[in-house]
């Protein structure tokens, strides 16, 4: 019911409008009577409105509008013209729809209105024929009332006779048929013309009922509401966005005043400028709703998309929305619908099941995807859950490997919550075949671009077996962002609260240890991973003025890089207004724009994305790039993996005899005879314990193994080491000191590693490894034979 | 034809720019530094909520460093539209100059100098460089 009453609501706004857009057309259609431009424009609003009225059962609207559409076609295609008895009956026509219209709008149905007058004195137009000028009812009786008073009066009594006709009048006499018609126009000459006149100007609809209902108003029931046409109006939108900027300038204002009065110590002063506060915060939030419109302008459309694609696809989805209220700004909303589309898309043509997998796995066979909206934290969360297969992180593992998005030792170290990150990877898409519904080259990683291009972020969930979320983070606004203010060199910097993950501290004595030297750039491991660090002072070639050695990291995310942004001081959060930069500026490349702190100074707002991109390249800071940046030199076979072999051992093992590096779970460690395997690429792969194998001791991963695996002619061993930590360059010095299972031992960056005698690790883990192109099921078949 | 200069001084010069293009002039504001940007942005101010780029023209017209303890003052212009505020010595008055008089700039001025001048009128007892205030905005 109430979305009935929603889209008739929508129906009289438009309604409505298009009629004033009419009765410009009609007073234009006088000066130019053969326009067929003007007849199309005329014929376009009476079928919109046919349409409409159809759908919504209007039955009397509906016939009105019908023969008054057939009337104009003909117009239109010129096989009758255009003259001023034809130009009564759609003047009539009109006023006709209108009282209709106030009919509806008053009580929802279409009143007592009687228009089969109107509508068979159009058929007589239709028919050829000249019928005897209808007035429209309106017209009959207030026109001539010699009441003096003024246009407006007349305006009210017209809308009053149109809201009131379905209680107290039981219409004036439903209209006599034309003939009987003919003596009561007694007036005719005079009154056709003002018809043609008066009730153009007289009924600006969407003005009209207002003055009525409160000129009526004791009598009236309907003059506590609104007219549809009047609950709304149309503003644009450069005029509320630059409410926007002036009520963001009184925040800023407001914002000194409470500092200032803060300092004195004057109540009065403070109680006043609370008070102001309070008021600034309630206009902020009015005009920022101005803006707001509810998500569901945008989900309205996503049943159908579901329904579509469900039948497509041949799968049964139930789509569930919650939330379709939250609102959202407009721009933003324009912003996210096409991300929330694909998202929808995505969701129903990969994470779901079909009913037959579905029901196989135990689940019902209509697989539900659900719709979230809700405010949290200042930001609008939008979530799209789907309770299908979920992503298998392996398969993404699998897939980085082969489309050569990271390499596999980067692979066999990252969680499954990083892999799942890499479905955001430009040119990643895990659908296995490529369908008429996605894989259309709009992938997630678009998805993830376009939201954080609107300040936004992306997280994605997922269970194997039990489902998917994808979750948007969407800003209310985006001209007020969170922000995290900063200082460096004395200056104080802005950063958008959306990229910010965390803030980590180390004093002096930590900020030693715990900040390593790789290959010249800094890196901070950061609970086991390692974030590559960013000098905000180098970056801006400042001095810092951070002296006592203490390291201040905010940990950011950007373009799906995180990295650590060390910064002199973190100061506090502030909402903040963003205000532009000159071109200039911008094109430095380290600022998205300036905003104006609480004490009227002017703040940078440090562009994370541009950081990511630009201090992060020339350093190699981040892992990978380490690895990539190395692995552009001939000499590979120079080149070793540093791992742990427990006991604070340090092995390194030649990259050629490293074929990559997985991360496997203990639990799929399995046993033959003494040997440790696991099951791996559709083989049996055994695995070495490095440190038995050294002969050193260190506490084991409880969960996981790290495995270095090695490939040759089809027959794979895994090393298990306690940690990989680094791909180096070789050795310069070299020594013939070893022990069992070495080569020698050299100096790389400082410290004396072990060199690994892989061959006999590899025979020690398969005795096979090297006799080529034999499986050792062979040799024992040969040896039976 | 008579044209209107707004003057000011820099090291000892005297400028004018066109009076329709001053939109205030102002007492020296606390400036927020623009690591990066190049040298003649003195910074980003702060104008009624409105963030302004300061260029110190000084900088931009190659003349020596603004001695310590001398406070600017600053110069709102409109250029195509956008305020951009410049900071000057010190204000001077309104003169309404002679285009009759008007002179290609000096010599004596420096390459950067010249390339932002217009160039000069003579008046009574000075010479008055007509900046190029688009130019000199641009750089």
Known sequence: MDETDEIVHEFLVESHENLDQLDRDFVQLEREPGSRELLASVFRTIHTIKGTSGFLAFSRLESLTHVGENLLARLRDGKIVMTPVIADGLLAMVDAVREILASIEADGSEGEVDVSAVVSHIQILLDGGVPVPVTPTVAELPAPVPEESHAVTAAEAVIEVVLADAVPMPAPTPVAPPTDAAPVPAPAPAATESVAVTPAPVTPAPAAPAPVASAAESSTPESGRRGAADSSIRVDVELLDSLMRQVGELVLSRNQIVRQAGLLDDADLLRAAQHLGLIASELQEGVMKTRMQPIDHIWAKLPRIVRDLGALCHKKVRLEMVGKETELDRTLLEAVKDPLTHLVRNAVDHGLESPEDRVARGKPAEGVLTLKAFHEGGQVVVEVSDDGAGIDTERIRVKAGEKGLLRPDQLAQMNPADLLQLVFAPGFSTAAAVTNVSGRGVGMDVVKTNIEAIGGAIEIESAVGVGTTCRLRIPLTLAIVASLTIECAGDRYAIPQVSLQELVTLDADRAVSQVEDVGGAEVYRLRGQLLPLVRLADVLKVPTERTDGHVVIAVLQADGRRFGLVVDRVLNTEEIVVKPLSSRLKSIGVYSGATILGDGRVALILDVQALAKGALRPGGVEREQVVTDHSDRPDESERVLLVGAGGGREVAIPLSMVTRLEQVSIDRVERVGSREVVQYRGAILPLLRLQQHLGSYGEESPTHLLLVVYTSAGRSIALVVDEVRDIVDGASIRSDIDDAGLTGSAVIRDKVVELLDVRSAILAADPYFFIDGMSSDSLLEGALS | ?139
């Open chain 2, 1 to 139: 034809m008579k044209v209107q200069l707004a003057t000011f001084q820099l090291a000892g010069y005297t400028y004018g720019i066109e009076v329709g293009m001053v939109q205030e002039v102002l007492r020296q504001q606390s400036r927020t530094r623009v690591p990066l940007a190049p040298p003649a942005v003195a910074g980003l101010v702060n104008l009624r909520g409105q963030v302004l780029t300061a260029i110190d023209l000084r900088s931009r017209l190659d003349l020596p460093e603004r001695p310590e303890g001398v406070e600017p003052m600053v110069v709102v212009v409109r250029v195509a539209g956008e305020p951009v505020s410049l900071l000057v010595d010190s204000i001077g008055d309104v003169v309404d100059v002679d285009s009759d008089t008007f002179e290609q700039p000096p010599d004596t001025l420096s390459d950067a100098g010249r390339e932002l001048i217009t160039g000069a009128y003579m008046l009574s007892d000075r010479l008055l460089l007509a900046l190029d205030t688009d130019r000199a905005v641009a750089g």
